[in-house]
């Protein structure tokens, strides 16, 4: 049953993705397109979070393998970009964003075979969901990065791609781009607090949990720096991008660098 309602998810997100495609290339920007794209989209949505009420929750406690974590951080992509484009003109961003979702729905479905349950406090789950919230936003952020730093490129060298005709405008992926960052920054804030609060005291000796943090806090200093830098030196552009990149890579190596290391 679980895989006939990822299917449908990942149709759905698909099509959605397919919708927008035409909308852009047929140059068809109507607005019952526009809702149509929207309500589809709000359908997968409400079927992701179905799928995830399967997946996560037993009667043992909370399944948090690593199928279920990626499923939670699409599930996040897809609702922070369908969220931005009801007051941001990003809908464009359906057809690059929503086929990663379709194929992560359909891959943690077909690959959750760990149905192991932990007894976690309540206080610990939070800590995982909003570390898996923060991370997926500044994930968003780094590739919205990469796509900024592309436009940027292109303008300069009077390159006129298709890329920069699926793009929204360079003023509207920044807008969006800080409002990633900083979402992403209060997230990743609330992460370490919450880290320190409900694992520092545990694992506090722990060089995995140590190393984990450091990365951590550093990434988190590195956007803070480019939140404050943007508001009083007006960095932007090419600068944001490179620090927001710069953020994101010192967060994978906590995440994965740290498991590697200690694994």
């Known amino acids: 049953m679980i895989i006939l309602s990822a299917s449908f998810t990942s149709l759905a997100y698909l099509i959605v993705s397919l919708l927008q495609g035409y909308s852009i290339f047929s140059k068809t920007k109507t607005a019952h397109l526009k809702t149509k794209v929207l309500g589809i989209a709000l359908i997968a949505i409400i079927a992701h979070i179905h799928i995830l009420s399967s997946q996560l929750w037993s009667s043992q406690g909370i399944i948090l393998n690593a199928p279920n974590i990626i499923s939670i951080a699409s599930f996040c992509l897809?609702?922070?970009?369908?969220?931005?484009?009801?007051?941001?003109?990003?809908?464009?961003?359906?057809?690059?964003?929503?086929?990663?979702?379709?194929?992560?729905?359909?891959?943690?479905?077909?690959?959750?075979?760990?149905?192991?349950?932990?007894?976690?406090?309540?206080?610990?789950?939070?800590?995982?969901?909003?570390?898996?919230?923060?991370?997926?936003?500044?994930?968003?952020?780094?590739?919205?990065?990469?796509?900024?730093?592309?436009?940027?490129?292109?303008?300069?060298h009077n390159i006129n791609g298709k890329l920069s005709q699926v793009l929204p405008s360079l003023q509207s992926m920044e807008r969006l781009l800080f409002d990633l960052i900083l979402m992403g920054f209060l997230f990743l804030t609330l992460s370490i607090l919450t880290g320190v609060v409900f694992r520092g005291l545990i694992e506090l000796n722990s060089p995995e949990f140590m190393q984990k943090m450091i990365f951590t806090v550093l990434a988190w200093f590195i956007y803070l720096a480019l939140l404050v830098g943007h508001l009083i030196l007006g960095w932007r552009g090419v600068t944001a991008s490179k620090l927001t990149i710069t953020g994101f890579i010192f967060i994978l190596i906590a995440i994965i660098g740290t498991k590697l290391l200690f694994n």
């Open 78 to 156: 897809v609702c922070i970009i369908t969220l931005s484009s009801l007051h941001k003109p990003v809908i464009n961003l359906f057809v690059f964003f929503f086929p990663i979702a379709a194929i992560s729905v359909l891959l943690t479905t077909i690959w959750n075979t760990d149905s192991s349950a932990q007894k976690l406090s309540l206080g610990l789950i939070s800590h995982i969901i909003i570390s898996i919230i923060a991370y997926s936003t500044l994930m968003i952020s780094a590739v919205q990065a990469a796509f900024l730093w592309t436009q940027h490129h292109q303008l300069k």
